[in-house]
T-cell receptor, first 116, second 107 residues
Framework: DSGVTQTPKHLITATGQRVTLRCSPR?????VYWYQQSLDQGLQFLIQYYNGEERAKGNILERFSAQQFPDLHSELNLSSLELGDSALYFC???????????????FGPGTRLTVL | KNEVEQSPQNLTAQEGEFITINCSYSVGISALHWLQQHPGGGIVSLFM???GKKKHGRLIATINIQEKHSSLHITASHPRDSAVYIC?????????FGTGTSLTVIP
């Protein structure tokens, strides 16, 4: 158990809908990362937050957005869903003394999103 | 263009064999991660390296910054090592992943 929790575990929805994925980092971790893993693209970095502020953006679509709340939990919002958004979405957290630190990341169990 | 290349893509070994998985990258990195993903989907971070060598149990990871290359070694492989091993690099504020090496260890 990494100490990172993600809800829900599974999500089935229809095209055009909007969903919210939730992540609670390990106690004390200030950095949260979101990743997408699809069969054709593999793992891709979406976005990173550090202590409530967006720090880095990867291959995140404009239809997707995220935020980190004062209690450090994070949410990933996916809107106008398409079939191709079906994937595993992982959240990870790490201790970072400053926003530029690189530390070991601890991954949550993932949310499996199926768009029908 | 793929910033991270892993080899081999698939690997089958007999229990007890010494295994090496390679990762080459094309950018100057701040750190390199080796991840393990089991069939159930969960991802575990095995190592984070920025130089040299790290060892944890039967696992050894090395990195050569000048050659932009890292290796993950598994000594005395066991069926429970069967998983996908993924190399990931941190470059600036971005992260890039290899496509993974699927390892099957046969008893």
């Amino acid at each position: 158990d990494s100490g990172v929790t993600q809800t829900p575990k599974h999500l089935i929805t229809a095209t055009g809908q909007r969903v919210t994925l939730r992540c609670s980092p390990r106690s004390g971790d200030l950095s949260v990362y979101w990743y997408q893993q699809s069969l054709d693209q593999g793992l891709q970095f979406l976005i990173q937050y550090y202590n409530g502020e967006e720090r880095a953006k990867g291959n995140i679509l404009e239809r997707f957005s995220a935020q980190q709340f004062p209690d450090l939990h994070s949410e990933l919002n996916l809107s106008s869903l398409e079939l191709g958004d079906s994937a595993l979405y992982f959240c990870a957290s790490s201790v970072a003394l400053t926003s530029g630190d690189y530390n070991e990341q601890f991954f949550g169990p993932g949310t499996r999103l199926t768009v029908l | 263009k793929n910033e991270v290349e892993q080899s081999p893509q698939n690997l089958t070994a007999q229990e007890g064999e010494f295994i090496t998985i390679n990762c080459s990258y094309s950018v100057g990195i701040s750190a390199l991660h080796w991840l393990q993903q089991h069939p159930g989907g969960g991802i575990v971070s095995l190592f984070m390296l920025s130089s040299g060598k790290k060892k944890h149990g039967r696992l050894i990871a090395t990195i050569n910054i000048q050659e932009k290359h890292s290796s993950l070694h598994i000594t005395a492989s066991h069926p429970r090592d069967s998983a996908v091993y993924i190399c990931a690099v941190a470059f600036g504020n971005q992260f890039y992943f290899g496509t993974g090496t699927s390892l099957t260890v046969i008893p």
